[in-house]
């Protein structure tokens, strides 16, 4: 049923169109649900709405509707406006900009060539619009098919005209007879509009998706949800306060900003994307930079340029997917971009860099930097160049970078390394896969020679076998065998020195007449590494090890660290080795004791079948290494 009202002379609506452009604009450019949803919400920005809701229905009949509290229609506004193909309200009257804001003069309008009413059809094949103002509700319905075979004018069927009614102003739109088949999905919707807008953190401008009704599946769209699945790692603000080697006359102009994430962005987010008025203007792109490397995959960002709309004259395609960069304005702005993102990345590589650095030292155990400037300069250069390729291999995980890292550090003890890397020195550029391919060829070296040290080592390891079974004397057998192979005790101990002071001052301050019967004829080792310094008390093989025997010795290690005369070249710590056939573990006080030393690098309480399968197991190690090694190079 029409209700007319003398307000407007007129009793019809009519579209004027061509179909041509019906087909291309309709259809071909709104094939898809998000750029259609994204039309509707531009159209109750520009209608001043603070509160716009999207209801999705995929349950019984498909349908959208998207209903705003903007400021509505008129009968007369309907025709001129809505139904008017082509009208770009943003360059109307002589480029004023005051023309180009929304009726309460407080947005600058995002709609632009008054095309995006097309969009509903691209999905839809039946649109109802329902709109308030002035206390007068006009309802109209739009069907394609009856569009499709009217010619040129086509004249929507009216609903109501000028209907009084006591409703706020406002628009509904409702979309029905849906092509689509498979469900909605309303994040994906609220993820694309995210992507498309840059308008919904605006303080007076509200967008809510709601699913079949059900209140779990209510979506606030924000700006922040494009980016919702980036963590991010570093972060540039616009404008930018560098120098990024390019002077551009709006680059205090330009706002918004661009992120490295922790992981690569998504394929869809990769590059800047440029908006202005809050509504995208060019996807996600790197402006000529030749963006090959893989450091660009975790770049990605958006930028406000609003002044490219001030400009006299449209660089913003229709399909508001790219800048027309053949524009000579357009070209200034792109060599700028292009400028920043070579900076940006450098500034990325540089930042990560130093947070590998950081975070491989912790990995490691090492601090590299400290570690290559305690190198000789031409040594520092290469370890240098090896280390800032392994850093800057793009995709090689943080804890096989500290691998490297350390393997490199520990070899460079070896002049045969040191010799053997030098081959790369003379490359422009040392690659990750130089380094990786140097260091198996040096990992078998290393490993052919630690092979044939262990089948040399499994021998004495039989030896001191023998010795315990036979329960040798700790002087006349045991400190020979330990003075001539240290590292069974300890593998820091590669070579043993004598270190007679300490002997003779414990010897001095612990006679044998203070001490019981079973603990006379105290013999000590005492030798140096480094640093480190280390007493080693041997008892028979088959003495049985006690509190008292560990009290004992923590009084040697204390007596001897207090009677140092304390230099530079003073020992930073003192390492006792108690060695002895058994161990009391049955008494609790023993066995805390135990453990408190050796957390603590003081005193270590051994049996000598201990030593004996560590020494086993240590180098058993090498032998399975050296084996696996030849093995998978044989395959």
């Known amino acids: ?81 809505f139904l008017k193909i082509g009208r770009n309200r943003r360059r109307s009257v002589n480029n004023n900009l005051d023309n ?49 075979g009217s010619g040129h004018d086509y004249k929507p069927e009216i609903l ?55 209140q779990e599946e209510r979506i606030i769209v924000k700006n922040e949800l494009k980016f919702q699945n980036i963590e991010t790692e570093f972060r540039w603000d616009f404008p930018l306060s560098e120098n990024v080697g390019f002077e551009y006359e709006n680059s205090r102009r330009i706002k918004g900003s661009i992120i490295s994430g922790k992981e690569t962005v998504p394929a869809a987010m990769k590059g800047i994307s440029l908006f202005s ?81 950081i975070e491989i030292s912790i990995i490691a155990g090492i601090n590299v930097e400290e570690w290559q400037e305690s190198l000789p300069k031409h040594e520092r250069k290469l370890a240098v160049r090896m280390t800032d390729a392994i850093l800057q291999s793009e995709g090689l995980p943080t804890e096989k970078q500290a691998e490297l890292v350390k393997f490199i550090k520990d070899s460079f003890q070896f002049e045969a390394f040191k ?30 020679e630690m092979y044939k040290l262990a089948i040399g080592r499994i021998q004495t390891i039989k030896t001191l076998e023998r010795l315990i079974n036979e329960n040798a004397k700790e002087v006349e057998q045991m400190h020979p065998f330990f003075e001539k192979f240290p590292w069974i005790l300890d593998p820091r101990i590669n070579m043993f020195r004598h270190e007679l002071q300490y002997v003779r001052l414990l010897k001095e301050n612990y006679p044998e007449m203070d001490l019981d019967e079973t603990n006379r004829r105290i013999d000590f080792l005492c030798t140096s590494v480094a640093d480190h310094r280390f007493i080693i008390e041997l008892k028979r093989p088959q003495h049985l090890l006690k509190l008292k025997d560990i009290n004992q010795a923590k009084d040697y290690r204390s007596f001897v660290e207090e009677h140092l005369e304390v230099s530079k070249r003073s020992p930073s710590r003192i390492v006792v080795y108690l060695v002895g056939g058994k161990i009391d573990y049955n008494d609790r006080k023993t066995r805390d004791e135990i453990d408190s030393m050796q957390s603590t690098d ?29 093995k998978s190079k044989n395959n």
């Open 1 to 81: 049923m029409t209700n007319t009202s003398t307000e407007d002379s007129s009793s019809e609506l009519v579209m004027v169109f061509d179909p041509t452009t019906i087909e291309h604009l309709g259809i071909q450019m709104y094939s898809t649900l998000p750029p259609v949803i994204a039309e509707l919400v531009s159209n109750s920005y520009d209608a001043d709405a603070k509160k716009v809701t999207i209801f999705l229905y995929d349950v019984d009949e498909k349908k959208i509707i998207i209903a705003d509290d903007g400021h509505g229609m008129t009968f007369s506004e309907i025709n001129a406006k």
């Open 100 to 148: 180009q804001k929304t009726d309460s003069g407080n947005r600058f309008a995002i709609g632009k060539k008054g095309i995006g009413k097309l969009s509903f059809f691209g999905i839809s094949k039946t649109i109802q619009v329902s709109t308030i103002k002035n206390r007068k509700e006009n309802v109209f319905i739009l069907d394609w098919e009856k569009l499709i």
């Open 160 to 214: 109501f005209q000028d209907r009084e009614t006591i409703q706020p102003p406002g628009t509904t739109i409702e979309l029905t007879n849906i092509k689509r088949k498979s469900p909605f999905d309303p994040h994906n919707i609220a993820y694309n509009l995210a992507k498309t807008f840059s308008i919904f953190n605006e303080n007076d401008f509200n967008v809510t998706i709601q699913h079949n009704d059900i």
């Open 277 to 357: 008025r809050g509504k995208l203007v060019n996807e996600p792109e790197f402006f000529d930079e030749k963006a090959t490397s893989f450091g660009y995959s975790y770049l990605t960002g958006w930028l406000d340029i609003d002044f490219v709309d001030d400009w006299n004259k449209d660089v913003i395609s229709t399909n508001r997917r790219s800048l027309n960069w053949e524009d000579e304005d357009t070209a200034k702005l792109k060599a700028y971009l292009n400028a920043v993102i070579r900076y940006i990345y450098k500034d990325q590589r540089k930042k990560k860099k130093e947070k590998q650095i």
């Open 419 to 448: 010799e053997f890397s030098r081959d790369l020195e003379g490359l422009d550029n040392i690659s990750a896969g130089n380094i990786v391919t140097l260091l198996k060829e040096w990992e078998i070296i290393e490993a052919r």
């Open 602 to 630: 003081k005193v270590y309480v051994k049996t000598y079948n201990q030593l004996l399968t560590d020494a086993k197991n240590y180098h058993i190690e090498f032998i399975q290494r050296y084996e696996e090694i030849e």
